[in-house]
């Protein structure tokens, strides 16, 4: 028992210091949650309750084809597939940390034939048998915190792994919309190419029977080149996006095909669903990524108390059991038995300021992750103000391309009525055409950007809302 006598006051002064390793834990990053959005926001709800999952948001679209392709993605898109990774590398981190909380018992078996100087060259064989035990007893809560931090690393990486699960979501749904924006448009403009070619027809024949200019039928062969490049231009237009659309479900562009649809056939081209954006506060209990930062942040105040506590007395208890003879069928026999238990309290006096270095680095760690929370914080409030501008702003919009898109259809009707009477030239005819179809193509954008913010904006949410 004396041997142990200095022993019990140093390890019970360091458990009075175990409080003093640690670091409390921040609440916030500075930032108040105001009491509403900027951005006027909706508290009502076209949405049937199914949709309002986190991890099917594109439910409220009943597209078939939309629900294929977010599988596929959540199956086979690459990023996904890393942060599921990063989860099971974390996983492992957390099992490794609480591994070595625990004894770690090792055996052996040895045999060694050797001659001792001095005495008869003829040489020896000794059998030796053990097993062996190390224990380090966590005075500092060392260890108890690296579990810790590596449970919230864990914890931080599943979070951002949903994080990424919801950007390759809003990203398929966004390039989706924008695929069936262009199918639309070029349908429109093919119209109006055909429109033309039928115009140029009669002309060409009314030029041969002098009855208009020459000029009349140039005029209509530019417009007729000019939407032909236009449709070109689509066609080029849409492979691209439909190859980014492949990449994002992880298909091979050159395999992977959409099939091309009229828009007011969708499902969802009656009405742009309405999202609650609900009150700010809860927006920080919904971001994954939002709370992924926090974790993180936790994890680096756990890291500053690991650092404190190198200049804690570490206690370590090893034991070793075993024997050793001559013979080896005499190994485990009671003459050969031998046993050892060590306890060793170790405390580096000079370092070099290795340890005041480690702390600080460790308050450097957690500087930087306090700041990425607090950003993380207000992009999640950007965004969230941003995608309720666009929503505002595009209803507003597409209300005023409504009135604009009738009187342009009327004013085309008009011309060609006073064109028949003979009061204006091909002229103003064309005039009208450009300006329906530039204003129909308008209107086709401002629609598509509605429901692609609609998608912005449940991503900025997190993926789900209550109302």
């Known amino acids: 028992m004396s041997r142990y006598k200095h022993l019990i006051p140093l390890s019970f002064a360091a458990l009075l210091l175990t409080g003093c390793a640690g670091e409390p834990?921040?609440?916030?990053?500075?930032?108040?949650?105001?009491?509403?959005?900027?951005?006027?926001?909706?508290?009502?709800?076209?949405?049937?309750?199914?949709?309002?999952?986190?991890?099917?948001?594109?439910l409220i679209f009943s597209d078939p084809a939309l629900d294929d392709l977010e599988a596929r993605a959540m199956t086979h898109n690459t990023d996904v597939a890393i942060a599921a990774?990063?989860?099971?590398?974390?996983?492992?981190?957390?099992?490794?940390?609480?591994?070595?909380?625990?004894?770690?018992?090792?055996?052996?078996?040895?045999?060694s034939r050797a001659s001792q100087t001095g005495q008869s060259p003829k040489a020896s064989t000794l059998h030796a048998a053990g097993l062996d035990l190390g224990y380090e007893v966590d005075l500092s809560g060392r260890l108890l915190k690296a579990t810790q931090a590596a449970t919230l690393d864990a914890t931080a990486a599943e979070d951002n792994a949903k994080w990424a699960q919801l950007l390759v979501q809003g990203a398929v749904a966004e390039t989706y919309f924008a695929l069936r924006a262009l199918d639309e448009d070029r349908a429109i403009v093919a119209e109006t190419l055909e429109a033309y070619q039928g115009t140029l027809s009669v002309t060409q024949n009314r030029y041969a029977a002098g009855e208009v200019a020459e000029l009349d039928v140039v005029r209509l062969q530019t417009e007729v080149a000019t939407t032909e490049a236009e449709l070109?231009?689509?066609?080029?237009?849409?492979?691209?996006?439909?190859?980014?659309?492949?990449?994002?479900?992880?298909?091979?562009?050159?395999?992977?095909?959409?099939?091309a649809k009229a828009w007011e056939t969708q499902p969802w081209a009656g009405a742009v669903p309405l999202i609650p954006a609900g009150l700010p506060s809860e927006l920080l209990t919904r971001r994954p990524d939002v709370t992924a930062a926090e974790k993180i942040m936790q994890a680096a105040q756990k890291r500053v108390g690991i650092a404190k506590a190198a200049w804690f007395p570490r206690l370590s208890l090893t034991a070793s059991a075993g024997g050793a003879s001559n013979e080896l069928s005499d190994v485990f026999s009671d003459?050969?038995?031998?046993?050892?238990?060590?306890?060793?309290?170790?405390?580096?006096?000079?370092?070099?300021?290795?340890?005041?270095?480690?702390?600080?680095l460790a308050q450097g760690d957690l500087a930087i992750a306090f700041a990425q929370y607090r950003q993380s914080v207000l992009l999640a409030f950007g965004d969230v103000e941003?995608?309720?501008?666009?929503?505002?702003?595009?209803?507003?919009?597409?209300?005023t391309q409504a009135t604009g898109l009738a009187a342009a259809r009327r004013a085309l009707d008009l011309s060609h009525?006073?064109?028949?009477?003979?009061?204006?030239?091909?002229?103003?005819?064309?005039?009208?055409?450009?300006?329906y179809l530039r204003i129909r193509r308008q209107d086709l954008q401002v629609r598509a950007q509605q429901y692609q913010a609609t998608v912005r904006l449940i991503r900025a949410l997190g993926g789900e809302w209550t109302v």
């Open 85 to 111: 990774a990063r989860v099971q590398q974390a996983r492992a981190l957390i099992r490794q940390a609480r591994a070595v909380q625990l004894p770690q018992v090792s055996a052996g078996l040895q045999s």
């Open 232 to 259: 070109k231009a689509l066609d080029r237009q849409r492979a691209q996006v439909e190859n980014a659309l492949g990449l994002l479900v992880g298909d091979l562009p050159s395999t992977f095909r959409v099939e």
């Open 25 to 58: 834990l921040a609440k916030d990053a500075g930032l108040t949650p105001p009491a509403a959005f900027k951005a006027p926001a909706t508290n009502e709800t076209t949405t049937p309750p199914l949709a309002q999952r986190a991890d099917a948001f594109w």
């Open 417 to 435: 009525a006073r064109y028949k009477h003979g009061y204006v030239s091909q002229l103003e005819v064309l005039d009208a055409q450009r300006s």
């Open 335 to 360: 003459s050969a038995r031998n046993w050892s238990v060590t306890a060793i309290v170790a405390q580096a006096i000079f370092d070099g300021g290795q340890r005041k270095a480690g702390i600080e």
């Open 386 to 399: 941003n995608a309720l501008s666009d929503i505002e702003g595009l209803s507003s919009e597409a209300e």
